[in-house]
């Protein structure tokens, strides 16, 4: 079945620095990729959409030059948070589909910001 | 506009027993209905899916859900629980644009 992959799984840096998280689609071509963040015992919360070649739409809220993404091809996605915060500590998931599938999760990157 | 409720935070069930989650939608027009299942600090798995045909889905790991039309509702269920079924769950459903709503989850414990 069609799989996504997550890399890190877990990042722990300094206040300050970037932090990049890679999504791959590993058997397809996704069309769409979005990136979530999730909260302790909440819902997925939707930070952007990246369509392939475009530039990413994102959600209200969700600042876009902090969480910087980039859909450079059919089967990669990265989400760069950029000057982290204590306060950005989180659980970042993304997602991927093409036309007809279901959505495909990623194991989700749990980044801690000292 | 389109939203999603899962009206159970936690749902707890002995093992052994049936289960059953529950959600309701709103959505213009005829609505793909997904579960998805997370484990703790992973992903979502993808349970079943809800297109259109037949409104009993059978999905992964022998979990099941029933499209109700009239209702508005996609309530996932098991005949028998088990313990490893412990997990957060979620339903979702997608429109025509392509867009995904998710509820807010609900906390399967199996106790023993």
């Known amino acids: 079945g069609a799989v996504v992959s997550q890399h890190p799984s877990r990042v722990i840096c300094k206040s300050g620095t970037s932090v990049k998280i890679e999504c791959r689609s590993l058997d397809f071509q996704a069309t769409t990729m979005f990136w979530y963040r999730q909260f302790p015992k909440q819902s997925l919360m939707l930070m952007a959409t990246?369509?392939?070649?475009?530039?990413?739409?994102?959600e209200q809220g969700v600042e876009k030059d902090k969480f910087l993404i980039n859909h450079a091809s059919l089967t990669l996605s990265t989400l760069t948070v950029t000057s982290a915060h204590p306060e950005d500590s989180s659980f970042y998931i993304c997602s991927a589909r093409d036309r007809n599938s279901p959505l495909h999760f990623g194991n989700g990157t749990r980044l801690t910001v000292t | 506009a389109q939203s999603v409720a899962q009206p159970e935070d936690q749902v707890n069930v002995a093992e052994g027993n049936p289960l059953t989650v529950k959600c309701t939608y709103s959505?213009?027009?005829?609505?793909?209905l997904f579960w998805y299942v997370q484990y703790p600090n992973r992903g979502l798995q993808f349970l079943l899916k809800y297109i259109t045909g037949d409104n009993l889905v059978k999905g992964s790991y022998g979990f099941e859900a029933e499209f109700n039309k009239s209702q508005t509702s996609f309530h996932l269920k098991k005949p028998s629980a088990l313990v490893s079924d412990s997990a957060l769950y979620f339903c979702a459903v997608r429109d025509f644009g392509n867009q995904f709503y998710f509820g807010t989850g609900t906390s399967l414990t199996v106790i023993p």
């Open positions: 959505v213009s027009g005829n609505p793909y």
């Open positions: 990246s369509n392939e070649g475009s530039k990413a739409t994102y």
